[in-house]
């Protein structure tokens, strides 16, 4: 039995919730029992999209937190969330158990389980039990995702987070490609190219079980990617889902990019605009990446909250909810004025002048100076040559 007196305790508060862990140096995968402050962000934004999905299911929800570390997920679903039933926590650590047990007596709560597998194990034993798995790991989720396909029940929810993001947004190609079977390309949009490698390699992934996804929320937001997928079950409808995926195909030249959907389908080689060789990225997901109704009710919900972070939470579902219906990849001014050699006009003319010619163009949280619109880019091009600098 390890004495938990042994170690010298750190205690923090997030929203509602107090916990302690064995206090470290320096925030990394040595430290005995691991704890993010960096990640109190991505733990609110659970906290609000649960809350949000169990008053959509309207019953009680069982929640899976499957890496547990210092069980903060875990015992602040349970605390702070309403109409949470039963809380599982995972971690394959003694150490962290032992932290998590502690953690759930502090805060005097009731119906937490603490486990000691690994966590595909854990996910292959416990099939079709839980409403919510939250999949929190060390670097990429990728091997887990297959044991969360087997597991995860009809309209339940998977949250994941991926801290691979080199990987994803393809500063490394073969990682990206072993981990999650997607080529990647590093372009000015290649977070959200990462995100949408993540979203298609778990759509893929949970089609061997006839289940399907849909994006509610993702978001990338500094050194990670965060997915919210409500699951569905059927083999018509996952076969239709899966049209989502495709290819971006892109010029490096003069920044020209175009989709593809459908996994088999050919691509096109030569930029019709510059006559470049095209480089394509995928399969990744085309779908949508936000869901308008379930953000704008996560926004309603934070008044219900006790969150440290909801002035950053509110910026970014807000720039997330902007953000829906809106198409694949986005253009960043500034590469734009760096391949014409002309200095940036203000981004607020650029949309004024989209939105004169009817065109959709709305700002985006990977990068404040994106604009995702339906406009092509000679048109952007024609914009910011004419607008005064
Ligand atoms: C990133 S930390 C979890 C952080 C926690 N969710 C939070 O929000 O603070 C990852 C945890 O996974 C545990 N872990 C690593 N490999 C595992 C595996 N194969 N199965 C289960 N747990 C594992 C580690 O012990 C560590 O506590």
């Known amino acids: ?9 750190k205690t923090i508060e997030e929203g509602l919730t107090k916990i302690e862990f064995p206090e470290f ?12 402050p960096h990640m109190e962000l991505n733990r609110d934004i659970s906290i609000l999209a649960i809350q949000t999905f169990q008053k959509e299911e309207n019953r009680q929800i069982d929640i899976c937190d499957l890496f547990g570390g210092s069980g903060i997920r875990g015992v602040r679903y349970k605390n702070e969330i309403n109409g949470v039933g039963q809380v599982s926590i995972n971690d394959i650590s003694e150490l962290a158990n032992n932290f998590e047990k502690h953690n759930v007596e502090l805060n005097n ?7 000691q597998h690994d966590a595909s194990m854990f996910l292959r034993l ?7 798995i939250d999949i929190d790991p060390f670097g990429t989720p990728s091997p887990f995702l297959d044991s969360a396909g087997y597991c995860a029940r009809r309209d339940s929810l998977l949250c994941i987070t991926a801290t691979d993001t080199s990987a994803l947004c393809g500063t490394y190609k073969e990682p990206c490609i072993r981990k999650y079977n997607s080529k990647p390309y590093k372009s000015e949009y290649c977070h959200e190219t990462g995100l949408r490698i993540l979203a298609g390699f778990c759509a893929l992934t949970l089609s061997k079980y006839a289940k399907c996804i849909e ?3 993702s978001h990338s937001t500094e050194h990670y990617m965060r997915l ?3 699951i569905k079950k059927g083999s018509k409808r996952t076969d239709e889902a899966l049209k989502n995926l495709g290819y971006i195909s892109h010029c490096k030249n ?20 510059c006559g470049e060789k095209l480089i394509q990225a995928g399969p990744l997901w085309l779908g949508d990446m936000q869901n308008k109704q379930f953000i704008s009710k996560m926004i309603e919900e934070s008044d219900n909250k006790k969150l440290n972070s909801k002035k950053e939470l509110l910026k970014l579902l807000n720039s997330c909810y902007i953000e829906s219906k809106s198409p694949a990849t986005f253009y960043d001014v500034h590469s734009i004025c760096r391949l014409l050699k002309v200095s940036a006009p203000k981004l607020d003319l650029i949309f004024n002048e989209l939105k004169k010619e009817k065109y959709f163009a709305v700002k985006t949280h990977f990068n404040p100076l994106g604009i995702k619109t339906n406009a092509p880019l000679s048109k952007i091009k ?8």
Do not use: H, W
């Open 109 to 115: 709560l009731k119906d937490i389980e603490i486990y």
């Open 25 to 36: 140096d320096k925030i990394s995968s040595d430290a005995p029992v691991f704890y993010n």
């Open 382 to 389: 024609k914009i910011i040559l004419k607008l005064p600098k």
């Open 1 to 9: 039995m390890i004495n938990l007196q042994e170690y010298k305790l």
């Open 254 to 273: 003069c920044l020209y990019r175009e989709t593809k959907q459908g996994i088999a389908s050919s691509t096109t080689n030569i930029c019709p605009e």
């Open 215 to 217: 994006v509610l929320l």
């Open 126 to 132: 416990n099939r079709g039990k839980f409403d919510v």
């Open 228 to 230: 919210y997928l409500r």
